[in-house]
């Protein structure tokens, strides 16, 4: 089965949503973005947030554009507009008339800034009905926010129930139930962010009304982000404490099944609630450095031949590929690249040799002295080692032959592969393809070191090798 049908099933059987996706469209004109294309995503699931394409925005000459957006359930989905993520929650089988923010392209600065993110902004729709979700939705929080201010004191300094029923009876009255399941929910895990303030989500009862003992509903961003809240970093939580020395041995034990015994057996929490606190906890347990990251990889790796159903071996999947992405010991992810005959290469051509992937700018003074410091470790290695110069910008052929080494170019998204922000960025390959040093060294900071050790542990696994034979 495919990742994006597993990820259609997960969704199916924790929302009540209907057995088939149903086209919801996506119309409207933004002459900014005429001739061009902008994916539509929704996120796989809200643990690993691994996003998945839903739909394509196709741009006309005259920037008109009308997109079929295809999904089993009610969903937030939200596309990439340069420095803005817009969203917008779509149901099943309606239309949405919208207007872009106006375009804002990213700097040059923001692209290789490591900590920039997109800023997150609801997508406006015209023509809304009043009973339109996002409307819904839109109104609810406004009200939210001022009955929240209003009260902030009392409820986030003195925790005072009285005025969290206060807030709850005052959005009740002007919020009365609806037919709408999703806004329904979202209600009611909104109003489970005040109760969380009451005891930071801690007490038995809370955690069985709003998780341990009811089907979970990742759909619904609200839920995501009181589900957030009550388990970041629950397993040092649960570590840290006098009550509790047992939950440190389990998970560096990386035992998913005892994992799971220890939750139901200690809070009497259903399956779905046991698999999805485990699966946000070793997430959460492998950047602590409370625990053994070995271990917390080995318990992900394990779900996959689990009893666990498809939907969380998806999560436990998306969840180790994150974070052993670009990893020393794993494969080398695709980088297509371009010669500057025109011809295309890739670092796989050269295997049999170490590769050494250096991402550079030639305009950078700072580049250009890494770049003579690796000339005499590419002449002397060269024997072990393909230099691969990644550019910013074609290089002139005559400036190439100044260096031993490929000189190449890639797109963005070879760059991003990479994690590239900032130049110089290198990274060895190892004979075998699969990532050697990561990140490598740059030259003036100890490369060639590095890469003597690297040669030098081969050696002696080769001679320890033939004593064997």
């Given at each position: 089965?495919?990742?994006?049908?597993?990820?259609?099933?997960?969704?199916?059987?924790?929302?009540?949503?209907?057995?088939?996706?149903?086209?919801?469209?996506?119309?409207?004109?933004?002459?900014?973005?005429?001739?061009?294309?902008?994916?539509?995503?929704?996120?796989?699931?809200?643990?690993?947030?691994?996003?998945?394409?839903?739909?394509?925005?196709?741009?006309?000459?005259?920037?008109?554009?009308?997109?079929?957006?295809?999904?089993?359930?009610?969903?937030?989905?939200?596309?990439?507009?340069?420095?803005?993520?817009?969203?917008?929650?779509?149901?099943?089988?309606?239309?949405?008339?919208?207007?872009?923010?106006?375009?804002?392209?990213?700097?040059?600065?923001?692209?290789?800034?490591?900590?920039?993110?997109?800023?997150?902004?609801?997508?406006?729709?015209?023509?809304?009905?009043?009973?339109?979700?996002?409307?819904?939705?839109?109104?609810?929080?406004?009200?939210?926010?001022?009955?929240?201010?209003?009260?902030?004191?009392?409820?986030?300094?003195?925790?005072?129930?009285?005025?969290?029923?206060?807030?709850?009876?005052?959005?009740?009255?002007?919020?009365?139930?609806?037919?709408?399941?999703?806004?329904?929910?979202?209600?009611?895990?909104?109003?489970?962010?005040?109760?969380?303030?009451?005891?930071?989500?801690?007490?038995?009862?809370?955690?069985?009304?709003?998780?341990?003992?009811?089907?979970?509903?990742?759909?619904?961003?609200?839920?995501?982000?009181?589900?957030?809240?009550?388990?970041?970093?629950?397993?040092?939580?649960?570590?840290?404490?006098?009550?509790?020395?047992?939950?440190?041995?389990?998970?560096?034990?990386?035992?998913?099944?005892?994992?799971?015994?220890?939750?139901?057996?200690?809070?009497?929490w259903n399956t779905d609630a046991c698999q999805l606190v485990i699966l946000k906890s070793l997430k959460d347990a492998y950047y602590s450095g409370q625990f053994s990251k070995?271990?917390?990889?080995?318990?992900?790796?394990?779900?996959?031949?689990?009893?666990?159903?498809?939907?969380?071996?998806?999560?436990?999947?998306?969840?180790?590929?994150?974070?052993?992405?670009?990893?020393?010991?794993?494969?080398?992810?695709?980088?297509?690249?371009?010669?500057?005959?025109?011809?295309?290469?890739?670092?796989?051509?050269?295997?049999?040799?170490?590769?050494?992937?250096?991402?550079?700018?030639?305009?950078?003074?700072?580049?250009?002295?890494?770049?003579?410091?690796?000339?005499?470790?590419?002449?002397?290695?060269?024997?072990?080692?393909?230099?691969?110069?990644?550019?910013?910008?074609?290089?002139?052929?005559?400036?190439?032959?100044?260096?031993?080494?490929?000189?190449?170019?890639?797109?963005?998204?070879?760059?991003?592969?990479?994690?590239?922000?900032?130049?110089?960025?290198?990274?060895?390959?190892?004979?075998?393809?699969?990532?050697?040093?990561?990140?490598?060294?740059?030259?003036?900071?100890?490369?060639?070191?590095?890469?003597?050790?690297?040669?030098?542990?081969?050696?002696?696994?080769?001679?320890?090798?033939?004593?064997?034979?």
């Amino acid at each position: 089965m495919s990742d994006l049908k597993i990820i259609f099933l997960l969704i199916f059987l924790l929302s009540a949503g209907s057995l088939f996706a149903q086209t919801s469209t996506i119309k409207g004109v933004a002459s900014e973005y005429a001739g061009m294309e902008m994916p539509v995503y929704t996120y796989s699931d809200f643990i690993s947030e691994e996003k998945v394409e839903v739909g394509k925005i196709h741009f006309q000459a005259d920037g008109s554009f009308s997109a079929g957006i295809n999904l089993p359930c009610t969903m937030v989905c939200f596309t990439e507009l340069d420095i803005h993520q817009g969203m917008i929650y779509v149901e099943q089988g309606k239309s949405y008339e919208i207007q872009f923010p106006p375009r804002q392209k990213q700097s040059e600065a923001q692209k290789r800034n490591p900590f920039f993110s997109l800023l997150p902004v609801w997508l406006k729709i015209l023509n809304q009905q009043n009973a339109d979700l996002n409307l819904l939705i839109k109104n609810f929080e406004t009200e939210f926010r001022v009955l929240e201010d209003k009260h902030f004191y009392n409820i986030y300094e003195k925790r005072s129930k009285a005025s969290v029923e206060l807030v709850k009876t005052e959005l009740q009255k002007k919020f009365p139930k609806t037919e709408n399941r999703f806004f329904e929910d979202h209600k009611k895990y909104r109003i489970g962010n005040l109760e969380y303030a009451l005891n930071q989500g801690k007490s038995i009862e809370f955690v069985n009304y709003y998780f341990g003992k009811v089907s979970p509903k990742m759909q619904i961003p609200a839920y995501v982000n009181l589900f957030n809240q009550v388990f970041a970093n629950y397993f040092s939580f649960l570590g840290n404490s006098v009550h509790d020395q047992k939950i440190t041995g389990l998970v560096n034990s990386g035992d998913i099944r005892a994992l799971e015994e220890y939750l139901s057996e200690k809070n009497g929490w259903n399956t779905d609630a046991c698999q999805l606190v485990i699966l946000k906890s070793l997430k959460d347990a492998y950047y602590s450095g409370q625990f053994s990251k070995t271990s917390v990889a080995g318990a992900l790796a394990q779900v996959a031949d689990s009893n666990w159903p498809d939907k969380y071996k998806l999560i436990a999947k998306n969840i180790w590929q994150k974070i052993t992405y670009l990893l020393p010991g794993t494969k080398a992810p695709e980088l297509q690249l371009t010669r500057i005959n025109g011809q295309k290469t890739s670092p796989g051509e050269f295997c049999g040799s170490f590769v050494y992937l250096h991402f550079t700018d030639l305009q950078n003074p700072v580049c250009r002295q890494h770049m003579e410091a690796l000339k005499p470790i590419a002449d002397q290695y060269k024997t072990n080692l393909t230099v691969i110069f990644i550019t910013e910008g074609k290089t002139p052929e005559t400036e190439a032959r100044k260096w031993t080494g490929v000189f190449t170019t890639t797109t963005d998204e070879g760059k991003a592969a990479y994690k590239v922000k900032t130049f110089p960025s290198s990274y060895l390959l190892g004979r075998d393809g699969k990532l050697a040093a990561s990140p490598a060294l740059n030259p003036l900071n100890g490369f060639e070191s590095q890469l003597r050790q690297i040669l030098e542990k081969e050696r002696i696994k080769k001679l320890k090798g033939k004593q064997l034979q």
